[in-house]
């Protein structure tokens, strides 16, 4: 890892003005939301500077660098380090996987597999199909879907509006505005940013 952070340290000499100046205000966002940072990022080396450096990592790498300090546990865990990374074109493209009830993140960049931590709109006994994915703003969206008891005395079909988001800096899952129908096996796709859904199933009829 660390030889892939010396590396970017080449990048010093291509360093553009207008760069640093898009990095300063985001370290100042940084700086809101995590307080004031009682040290430099990487000492030696210009805060702005060590940013790019660190943004350039893979996603992959982010569990080793939080070990390094509080400090960057909080930089790379804060949205203004996610949005950065974004405008400079530095997000990883992930590939996501479903199986049993547990997601996994292909990181490409690292050729590494990721578990994702355990959606907590899944109760134990009950098995989820049926639902769509899309990635929005960085993010990785579980939409609507139906639910399978494997208890014979429960509901045996349970259909739901429910969207749950996952962020991939901050490692959590967050329930968000769900849809206006319940809804399961739909076609759903995003769009400047938004989320389209369309037909589907609920428990009496198409949608």
């Not at 760069?19 to 940072?37: F, N, W, Y």
Request: aromatic share 12%; proline share 4%.
């Amino acid at each position: 890892m660390w030889e892939g952070v010396n590396n970017y340290f080449t990048e010093v000499n291509k360093f553009e003005q207008g760069d640093r100046s898009e990095s300063v205000d985001i370290l100042k966002s940084q700086a809101r939301i995590m307080g004031t940072i009682e040290q430099s990022i990487i000492p030696g080396l210009p805060d702005d500077l060590a940013l790019r450096c660190i943004s350039k990592l893979s996603h992959a790498y982010h569990g080793k660098l939080e070990c390094v300090s509080k400090d960057w546990r909080d930089l790379v865990r804060c949205e203004a380090y996610s949005c950065y990374k974004a405008r400079n074109g530095w997000s990883e493209s992930w590939l996501f996987a479903h199986s049993n009830n547990q997601l996994v993140a292909y990181d490409p960049d690292a050729d590494r597999w990721h578990p994702l931590p355990r959606n907590e709109a899944i109760q134990d006994g009950w098995d989820h199909s049926g639902f769509a994915c899309v990635c929005v703003s960085s993010c990785l969206l579980v939409i609507g879907g139906c639910y399978v008891s494997s208890f014979p005395r429960e509901e045996p079909f349970v259909v739901t509006n429910v969207v749950m988001r996952f962020d991939p800096f901050k490692k959590e899952w967050k329930m968000v505005a769900g849809m206006r129908t319940p809804r399961t096996r739909f076609a759903c796709a995003a769009v400047s940013g938004k989320v389209y859904v369309a037909g589907g199933f609920n428990l009496t009829q198409s949608s």
